[in-house]
């Protein structure tokens, strides 16, 4: 397990990621040289209560929209699939798709954002029609 560990810290190496935390639950095989490896990195690890699945509850609700929104509909053959699937969807679901929440706005669109009235509307598909887009060319 700690090598995966550290292949994870070297993926977030890789995509300027320093992680300052890891939140996870009481499974087994999380060890204690699984939990020094990320202190090593200067990453506090927090372990959730047992039976308290709430207390991850972000976590949890994003696992469960990727499951349902994407991976759903994917058998996947390789890692590298599954990274090209999981970086198309993740790129969308932050930077593209208006997020639900009470109070948070629309904090997806630029501060510049104006909506086109006028051009041709372009109709983007990624991940075989998984992630649809919609767009309005400047006439």
């Given at each position: 397990?700690?090598q995966?560990?550290?292949n ?9 990621i ?19 490896v990320?202190?090593s990195e ?7 209560p ?15 929209t990727?499951k ?5 509909f ?14 198309t969807?993740v790129?969308h679901?932050n930077?593209e ?20 009235r ?22």
């Open positions: 397990m700690t995966q560990a550290r994870t810290l070297m993926w977030c190496a890789e995509q300027g320093t992680p300052r935390f890891l939140i996870r639950d009481a499974d087994t095989k999380f060890s204690a040289s699984f939990d020094a990320w202190a200067a990453a506090r690890v927090i372990q959730i047992h039976r308290a699945p709430n207390a991850n509850a972000f976590a949890e609700s994003f696992i469960g990727i349902r929104e994407c991976l759903d994917f058998v996947c053959f390789s890692r590298s699939q599954l990274d090209y699937i999981l970086r969807w790129r679901y930077v798709r208006p997020h639900r929440g009470r109070d948070i706005g629309n904090n997806v669109l630029q501060v510049d954002f104006r909506p086109a006028d051009g041709p509307i372009r109709c983007r598909r990624q991940l075989g029609g998984i992630i649809t887009s919609y767009t309005r060319d400047t006439a």
